[in-house]
């Protein structure tokens, strides 16, 4: 299984690469927003992790711009974030973009378990 990871912040971003790769993950990790539709449409992962707050461009843009792209339509989407608000909840209702949410900080345990459930689907 190929997972993108989308984050600017580079500790996490290598933490979860390591992690995964550990776990028989094929990982390409991506740091800067302004690329990341570009490169997932290139690498057409199985699945994304996406940080929901970076710079440049939002997760939101991003998954966004990922839903109307007829290559990377289809690959699920699990938000991370760290600045949960009431906004950010009712953006992922109403976008209906992402099959789960992990609130950063988490366990990697909850990280592998999201996926495993995400794949079931």
């Not at 993950?25 to 570009?38: G, H, K, P, Q, R």
């Not at 939101?60 to 600045?83: R, W, Y």
């Not at 950063?104 to 996926?115: Q, R, Y």
């Amino acid at each position: 299984m190929r997972i993108a990871i989308v984050d600017d912040e580079e500790d996490l971003l290598q933490e979860l690469e390591e992690t995964f790769r550990l776990n028989g993950y094929d990982v390409e990790a991506i740091s800067d927003a302004t690329v990341a539709s570009e490169l997932i449409a290139k690498s057409r992962p199985d699945l994304v992790l996406l940080d929901l707050k970076m710079k440049g461009k939002s997760g939101f843009e991003i998954a966004d711009e990922l839903s109307h792209n007829p290559v990377t339509s289809g690959i699920p989407i699990i938000a991370m974030t760290g600045l949960y608000t009431s906004e950010d909840q009712e953006n992922l209702r109403i976008t209906g973009k992402f099959e789960d949410l992990l609130i950063k900080p988490f366990a990697i345990g909850d990280v592998l378990e999201k996926i495993k459930t995400v794949r079931r689907l």
